[in-house]
């Protein structure tokens, strides 16, 4: 692990809950300033096509809260090939700040992203796209399984860093195969760090698992952590549960 893992809090299921009712709370805007009060070091949102949590005026909303936090980050997942590079392109074009894009594979009704790029198949269609993005500036980010073979591709192709998809190591937690997906994902990271890829990671992380992932899974420069988060935050408040998750990060220093 780098002595600089940040943590950056996705908001979807803060968006999920408000989506139930009209009456705009709880509000995106107020969870992320609690986050990044807390210590969080950047903001990740879902923007989907249905605007099942996400809704596209949130975007540019949390994008404007950015701007009086220098230094935190933006990261905005999807899928390029259907809405994200439209919501991308809009902030870009009203020069507001995001730093990031991460792209996710995911079918427009996907319940949840549960699968990595597929390499070389979805190589060559990437490749303007990630051109694109780094036209804008943006670092970008794809969304991996924990994989040793497509890393020096994905590198050849001009992305910047992967995601590992975490969530088969989170189901292992606890269970026989926990040290071998371990395993698995040290040796993954160790292959994208070899390719000259940087490393984040995401899905499924909590406080019961993060430690331990983190102090055996090399180099990870960033964890995407949304529902687990949320979740504890419903019992603890956005500040406890934040600062804990910090602790969790520094703990794997340890």
Not at 32 to 54: F, K, Y
Not at 137 to 144: D, E, I, K, Q, T
Not at 193 to 198: I, N
Request: include cysteine; charge should be negative; glycine fraction near 6%.
């Amino acid at each position: 692990m780098t002595d600089t893992t940040a943590l950056s809090v996705n908001l979807n299921k803060v968006a999920t809950v408000r989506n139930t009712r009209h009456l705009g709370i709880p509000s995106l805007t107020r969870a992320a300033s609690l986050c990044l009060q807390a210590g969080a070091h950047g903001i990740t949102v879902h923007p989907r096509p249905d605007e099942r949590h996400i809704r596209d005026r949130d975007v540019p909303e949390l994008a404007t809260l950015l701007q009086a936090w220098p230094g935190r980050e933006y990261n905005i997942e999807g899928n390029p090939f259907h809405n994200l590079m439209d919501v991308v392109g809009r902030l870009v074009a009203s020069k507001l700040p995001v730093h990031q894009v991460t792209f996710v594979p995911d079918a427009q009704g996907q319940f949840t992203s549960d699968h990595g790029w597929n390499f070389p198949l979805d190589a060559a269609r990437l490749k303007p796209l990630i051109d694109q993005a780094h036209a804008w500036g943006l670092r970008v980010s794809l969304f991996m399984d924990a994989e040793v073979a497509p890393m020096a591709a994905v590198k050849a192709l001009g992305a910047d860093r992967v995601e590992l998809y975490t969530e088969p190591f989170a189901a292992a937690w606890g269970t026989a195969t926990q040290a071998a997906q371990l395993a698995r994902f040290a040796a993954a990271a160790q292959a994208a760090l070899a390719a000259g890829l940087g490393l984040n990671a995401g899905h499924d992380l909590n406080r019961d698992n993060l430690t331990a992932f983190l102090a055996q899974v090399p180099g990870v420069s960033e964890v995407s952590i949304g529902h687990a988060l949320i979740a504890d935050a419903l019992e603890l408040g956005y500040e406890a549960t934040v600062k804990d998750y910090l602790r969790c990060i520094h703990a794997a220093k340890a």
